[in-house]
Every structure is written in structure tokens, then in C-alpha cells.
């Protein structure tokens, strides 16, 4: 069957209809396709090895090994297209969906993940993300905000004031994502912004990660003395991703008036009845 | 009356990296949830008040704080309501409007009285709990101010058998 696509003014997202994953992203304003995969990874949280008895849990994040597990390698998928929204709704797992929304007039892509409850009966800690791959060349660099201030440029296995001898080459280059999280090869950008504080990195060229959830059974040793396992309410997460694709050299524009937007989002109030229309004026 | 105090405290203490990364204990994370929900009720109250001063009118507000999952009971059950959205932003947005509501067709007006474009859209899912319906519209909200939008449930057209007439697209 032909590929399928969401698109409004300024966005086309196209999805592959084998696997029902994300394909490819096109921004119409300046005639920019960018080829990108996204899907959800689980980590296997580490209870010790060889190397160190350090367990992943609530201060530590320490998989197991470096490739992250799909949590499916396809979804199922259901359209939706009315004149105000088209959704793509992604159905992963039993407790990993996510819909992608696409508003008229809107410059980004939304992407809105259920993540939980993360199933632990296997006795295998898990460390659920968010990944998107790319082709984008970008040597090693990538880059997150500070607290949605300054943008911080990072470098996989690097450090800017000392040698750094890199033992951990997936937590080694976790880095804190208050607000954003960006890769651009000089001509395009991809940038994600999040909802909440998250962890992000770039372990290849082209790819970028950010951990939705996660759900352990050892306590890490860091003085929590609990294992980072919720029951209740705190076993679902619901969260949103927006995407946007643009000239690297236009891209600021967008994502910080987005963010803007993320941050201090409108409140709404119901009230029942009819009442008197309020007057602007 | 209301007050904004509590919250304030509630998120000043929110801020330690125990709440915003999870690295506390449960027991500690319940007691962050219970702070926060201490504060947000006469929060809340402050809020009704000045809305309602604002207004020119008292009305009884209700905040939806489980619309991110598709949970509003006002929205749900009622067959006429207003929908206040507040801008928190010095420049002029234009958002959407998600409420879940029941199955039906819906009238949706602007401050002005006039028609704006809605839409129920239901999910492909057969669990109707977990997704209902949802209304959605286009709110247009000026610079750190409000816009109320009205909203009410229309009769569904019923065909009849002697006077066929053509079905009205759902154009509202």
C-alpha cells in the first residue's frame, strides 16, 4: 500500500506503511526532506557486572549493555483526519502507544507517548526511550539546553576540560534535556522540545534519544535505599514530544517561541451553563 | 479566599532534584503530591475569584486536572458549557482546544457569538472509557488575557421517512 501521510501547510510526516513507524519528515516552507525513524528502545537496567557492582536505580542510570531493545519493531496503526487534526495513533505494545498529531497551521510535529506500566515480571529492570534516527551527519555533536536558557553544544565521548576516559559509553553521554534537544549537520536541524525535564543524548551521528520512563528493581545504592519501581498512578507516564525540522539557520526562531508556548501553555477553565459571552473589549 | 501561598511553597520545595529527577523515596514523592494538591485548591479558589471579577459575573469553575488524559467530568456530562482560556503569554496565541465530551454534535461560539469551526473526533478504539470523544476548536487568545468560548449540544438532524431531506454535513 502507498506510504501514509499527515500533512498541513507547512509539514508532511510520512509513515511506512510495513511497520507503521515514522519515515520521514518534510518541512514545505523551505523544501527540506529529512529521513527519520523514530521508534521506543528499552535499556536493560545493569544489577552489577564484571566491571562494577553499580546497579542502575534511581541517581544511576547504567544499562546493561549499549544496544537498547525495540519495544516492537512495528505498530499498529489507525488514521484519523478531520479538518482540525490528523493523527497517526501508534499502537507498540500493551503499555507503549503514541499518537502523532499534525494541527493546521502548526510548524512542528507532535508526538504524544503512553509509556507504562514498563512490565518487570522477567526480572529485568527496564529504561524506556524515545529515538530518532537520522542521516544527518553530525560528528559527534549535539546539543541541550540549560534549564530552556542557554543552549550547551555536547561531543560523544568528550569532555571540554580534561581527558576523558569513557567508561560507560551509554550513561557516559546522557546529558540533562530541560527543554530541548537538537542535531544539525549546518544546513538542517532537528530538534525535539519536551513537556518535563528528561535525559537525552546522541550515542551515533544522526540519532538522537531522550528516556520517556523506567522502571527498576535494585536499589542503586546512592541513599535512596528503594528501588525506582512506582505501583500506583506514578506507572503510567503520558508526555509530548515536538519535533521540528528546519535551516539550522532559521531554527532558533522556531523552537524558542515554541518553547515559550510549551512552558507557559494555556489555562483552561470550565464553567457550566450558557452564560454571557465575555467581551474582549 | 483564596491563595496562591501554598502552591508557591509547594513548588519552591518542588524543586529539588529528589521531585524533578525521582530520586526520592516513595513515601517522600507521596508527600510532594500531597503538597502540591494542598496548594493547588485555594489556588484555584484565587483564580475563580479573579476570573470572576474579570467577568463582571460569579460563576462556578471547574479545572479539569486530568484533561491530559481525556478526563473531564464537566465537559463530559454537560449539554451546555463555557470554556475560559487563559494566555499566559505577552503575545497573541492561537490554540487548540481539546475536551473530551459525549458522543454528539456541538455548537462551539466565540466571544463574539459567532460560529467557529469544531469538530468531535472519535478514536479508533473500541474502549470508549479510555478515549472518548473529543471537541476540538481553535481558540484565539490576546496577549496575557482570556477568551471565553461557549459551548452547547446540538440535537442530532433524525431523518424522516415522508420528507426526505439531504444530511447536513457536520460543518460547524
Not at chain 1, 499502537?91 to 506500566?117: D, T
Not at chain 2, 523515596?25 to 479573579?50: F, I, K, M, T
Not at chain 2, 468531535?120 to 473500541?126: A, H, K, N, Y
Amino acid at each position: 500500500s502507498p506510504a501514509l501521510t499527515i500533512e498541513n501547510e507547512h509539514i508532511r510526516a510520512t509513515f511506512d506503511p510495513d511497520t507503521g513507524l515514522l519515515m520521514e519528515i518534510m518541512n514545505m516552507n523551505q523544501q527540506l526532506l529529512l529521513p527519520v525513524r523514530q521508534t521506543f528502545f528499552w535499556y536493560n537496567a545493569s544489577i552489577g557486572d564484571n566491571e562494577s557492582d553499580q546497579a542502575s536505580g534511581a541517581y544511576i542510570f547504567r544499562p546493561n549493555q549499549q544496544k537498547p531493545l525495540p519495544v516492537s519493531r512495528w505498530a499498529q496503526i489507525h488514521l484519523v483526519k478531520t479538518p482540525l487534526v490528523q493523527e497517526v495513533h501508534q499502537n507498540f505494545s500493551a503499555w507503549c502507544s503514541q499518537v502523532v498529531r499534525l494541527y493546521p497551521g502548526q510548524r512542528h510535529l507532535e508526538l504524544e507517548w503512553s509509556v507504562g506500566p514498563i512490565p518487570v515480571g522477567d526480572t529485568w529492570g527496564k529504561e524506556v526511550i524515545s529515538r530518532f534516527d537520522t542521516p544527518l551527519e553530525t560528528k559527534g555533536r549535539f546539543y541541550t539546553d540549560s534549564n530552556g536558557r542557554e543552549i550547551l553544544e555536547r561531543r560523544r565521548d568528550y569532555r571540554p576540560t580534561w581527558k576523558l576516559n569513557q567508561t560507560e559509553p551509554v550513561a557516559g553521554n546522557y546529558y540533562p534535556v530541560n527543554t530541548r534537544i537538537y542535531i544539525t549537520d549546518g544546513n538542517m536541524q532537528l530538534t525535539v522540545l519536551t513537556d518535563r525535564s528528561q535525559g537525552g543524548s546522541s550515542l551515533r551521528d544522526g540519532s538522537l534519544e531522550l528516556m520517556v520512563h523506567r522502571r527498576l528493581l535494585k536499589d542503586d545504592g546512592r541513599g535512596v535505599s528503594e528501588p525506582l519501581m512506582e505501583n500506583g498512578s506514578g506507572a503510567w507516564v503520558r508526555g509530548r514530544h515536538l519535533v521540528l525540522l528546519d535551516t539550522a539557520q532559521a531554527a532558533a526562531a522556531g523552537h524558542r517561541l515554541l518553547a515559550e508556548q510549551e512552558v507557559l501553555a494555556p489555562q483552561v477553565v470550565l464553567a457550566p451553563g450558557g452564560g454571557a459571552a465575555y467581551n474582549l473589549g | 479566599s483564596g491563595d496562591s501561598a501554598p502552591l508557591n511553597e509547594a513548588m519552591a520545595v518542588l524543586q529539588h532534584h529528589d521531585a524533578v529527577s525521582g530520586t526520592s523515596r516513595q513515601h517522600v514523592a507521596n508527600d510532594y503530591a500531597r503538597q502540591l494538591a494542598a496548594g493547588w485548591g485555594p489556588c484555584e479558589v484565587l483564580l475563580s475569584n479573579a476570573l470572576a471579577r474579570l467577568r463582571g459575573f460569579k460563576d462556578h469553575f471547574t479545572f479539569c486536572q486530568q484533561l491530559n488524559i481525556s478526563i473531564c467530568p464537566l465537559s463530559q456530562t454537560a449539554a451546555r458549557f463555557q470554556v475560559i482560556v487563559y494566555n499566559p503569554l505577552g503575545r497573541k496565541v492561537n490554540w487548540m482546544v481539546r475536551l473530551p465530551v459525549s458522543e454528539g454534535v456541538f455548537v462551539v461560539k466565540d466571544p463574539n457569538g459567532r460560529t467557529v469551526p469544531s469538530d468531535v473526533v472519535i478514536f479508533p478504539s473500541s474502549d470508549s472509557q479510555a478515549h472518548p470523544p473529543e471537541l476540538l476548536f481553535s481558540a484565539s487568545l490576546p496577549a496575557l488575557g482570556f477568551s471565553t468560548y461557549s459551548v452547547a449540544q446540538v440535537p442530532r438532524w433524525k431523518p424522516q421517512a415522508r420528507a426526505p431531506q439531504p444530511i447536513p454535513r457536520r460543518s460547524w
